[in-house]
């Protein structure tokens, strides 16, 4: 399969510029852009360069180039669909409503584990009610000690507090998740139940 001349230079330009272009700009958008416009623009780019796109293509180079496209397509959305590591990559990147952002070096150092270890790192940027924190506090003690019963119990304590907080909704489930493998590991298979 050949490719026309437009969509070759188009990748080759995107993948020339991928080191300069911030989560936004390869996605198209502006910054601070609200999760509606994030979504679609992710659905033209994922679409316009996805490697299925160019499975017969016989240029090495070119299909290399496209899934490294990709790659940073998929990261981008990844940190902009969430709440919290938007909020963090936005601030980061100096955006303050639509104004044009002032990004200082490499954006490598605002990928999604970059953004994700120092918001796990920070208990501070988890929960603003101090309410809610007491019990966070608590979960993160239990957690460091491998109590998965007492991380579910205090994360759904500070869920009262917190109710729509994305952070704490997934420390909860994969809480629950270690907790049943807990179970399951420490179950004993001969043991008799008396009905």
Do not use: C
Request: net charge positive.
């Amino acid at each position: 399969m050949e490719l026309d001349l437009r969509r070759r230079v188009e990748v080759e330009t995107v993948f020339s510029l991928l080191e300069e272009l911030d989560h936004y700009r390869i996605l198209r958008l502006k910054p601070g852009a609200p999760l509606v416009e994030v979504e679609r623009s992710f659905g033209e780019q994922s679409q316009m360069f996805h490697p299925d796109r160019f499975y017969g293509v016989r240029d090495p180079k070119l299909t290399r180039q496209v899934t490294q496209i990709f790659k940073r397509v998929s990261e981008s959305y990844q940190i902009l669909k969430d709440p919290e590591l938007k909020r963090m990559y936005d601030k980061k990147l100096g955006v303050m409503g639509q104004q044009a952002p002032t990004l200082t070096g490499s954006h490598r150092s605002l990928d999604k584990a970059a953004l994700e270890r120092e918001r796990d790192a920070d208990p501070d940027s988890v929960v603003s009610d101090k309410r809610a924190r007491k019990y966070w506090d608590l979960a993160v003690i239990a957690k460091s000690n491998e109590d998965w019963n007492g991380v579910v119990m205090n994360v759904q304590f500070a869920m009262n507090y917190e109710k729509d907080n994305p952070i704490l909704q997934k420390e909860l489930d994969r809480a629950r998740i270690l907790l049943a493998e807990k179970k399951k590991k420490n179950q004993n298979p001969y043991k008799i139940k008396i009905v």
